[in-house]
Structures are given as structure tokens and as C-alpha cells.
């Protein structure tokens, strides 16, 4: 996995259909994956990739900042294997610790949610169905 910027990634992210609508969503914003969208999340967030055979075959956005409450850490992570995705989660666990952050949110997709649940370190047994929610975000044109 590397980092990398919105104008070096851009293309390859597209051709690799990651993206859901290619919409990418990063600190509740949503945002259409053109280069106008990319460039503003790399204002605010850095970008990770994992290649395969020169290929993306996951991406991640993350960013720091200071909540009222303490310091947070949130990220995005589009994957298309079980593989990139935990890499990408390791790597935004170890961000945030790096950072100091207190607090970690971050946004999947639902195909992963079983190996979140699955990893050592989540030992809660019970989930809350508030837990899994449905946000829907508005894309004003």
C-alpha cells in the first residue's frame, strides 16, 4: 500500500470500479470521483492505494481532526477483496494511533462487516442494531 494524490490516482481509480456511482463519501460528504471531487478531498484527507498487476485493487481516504471531544480519526475504504480491505483497516488503525486520535470512525461497504466482526481485537459478542445504519447523503448540484 502507498499514498498517493488525487491527480496521480484518478484515471486508474475509474477504470478500477471501485466506486460505487463513482461517488466517493469521506467526513460526510459525498462527493462525484472527478477531478474536481478528488482534488477536494485531498485538500482535507490523504489517499491510499494497493496496485495488482498495475492495477488499484483498493483505495482509501482518511483525515484527522479535533472533535469538541477529543482528537478523531475517520476513513473510507473501497476494496474488492477481503485482503485490501483489512490491509486498508490496519492501516487506518495504525493511523490513528500515530495521530494520537482517541476516537476512530470509518465507512465500508456491508460485504466486509462479517471480517471486521471476525478480527482478534473486536471482542464485543453483541451488536446494537443501531450499529449498522443507513445515512443518505445529498448531492446538491
Known amino acids: 500500500m502507498f499514498e498517493t494524490t488525487a491527480s496521480d490516482v484518478y484515471q486508474n481509480l475509474i477504470d478500477a470500479r471501485l466506486l460505487p456511482f463513482n461517488i466517493i463519501i469521506c467526513d460526510w460528504k459525498a462527493l462525484d470521483a472527478t477531478p ?3 482534488a477536494k478531498f485531498g485538500s482535507i484527507s490523504r489517499f491510499w ?8 485493487t483498493s483505495f482509501s481516504l482518511g ?18 477483496d477481503v485482503s485490501g ?3 486498508h483497516l490496519s492501516h487506518h488503525v495504525n493511523m490513528a494511533s500515530e495521530t494520537g486520535s482517541v ?3 470509518g465507512l ?3 460485504e466486509y462487516v462479517e471480517a471486521f466482526h471476525n478480527l482478534e481485537w473486536d471482542k464485543q ?5 443501531e ?4 445515512t443518505l447523503l445529498e448531492r446538491i448540484l
Do not use: H, M, R, V
Request: net charge negative.
Open 49 to 56: 492505494i494497493q496496485k495488482q498487476a498495475g492495477k488499484i
Open 103 to 105: 476516537s476512530i470512525f
Open 125 to 129: 459478542n453483541e451488536y446494537e442494531d
Open 63 to 80: 483525515l484527522d481532526y479535533d472533535a469538541k471531544s477529543d482528537k478523531q480519526w475517520t476513513f473510507t475504504i473501497y476494496a474488492k
Open 85 to 87: 480491505f483489512l490491509d
Open 131 to 134: 450499529e449498522l445504519s443507513l
Open 36 to 38: 474536481e471531487g478528488l
Open 108 to 110: 465500508f461497504e456491508l
